[in-house]
């Protein structure tokens, strides 16, 4: 059975920084591109972050590129995502993805595994 479980969320205020943790089990997790999305209160779930298999490559949306940066450690079976000078506006819900496919990396209908996800709040 496959299992993304993420943790590190909390409140934090406007600049401080978080970093998530993706834990994947049940799953060859070095052949996955592992990716970060968010979604807020009536949005849609949008793309943060993704990584390559191998943490070669790593893709950004525009709104968190320069403050977030996602990393993985294959030993461990663990994604992360360390998110500094945070904005009120990236409070949101945030999932840790898997996907074994190719395609655009901010596609999400192309994953395949999703955590239940953590919440982030940041205050003003």
């Known amino acids: 059975q496959v299992q993304l479980v993420e943790s590190g969320g909390g409140l934090v205020q406007a600049g401080g920084s978080l970093r998530l943790s993706c834990v994947a089990s049940g799953v060859t997790f070095s052949m996955y591109t592992m990716a970060w999305f968010r979604q807020a209160p009536g949005k849609e779930r949008e793309f943060v972050a993704a990584i390559s298999w191998s943490g070669g490559s790593t893709y950004y949306a525009d709104s968190v590129k320069g403050r977030f940066t996602i990393s993985r450690d294959n030993a461990r079976n663990t994604v992360y995502l360390q998110m500094n000078g945070l904005k009120p506006e990236d409070t949101a819900h945030y999932y840790c993805?898997?996907?074994?496919?190719?395609?655009?990396?901010?596609?999400?209908?192309?994953?395949?595994?999703w955590g239940q996800g953590t919440q982030v709040t940041v205050s003003s």
């Open positions: 993805a898997a996907k074994l496919r190719g395609g655009p990396y901010d596609l999400l209908v192309l994953y395949n595994y």
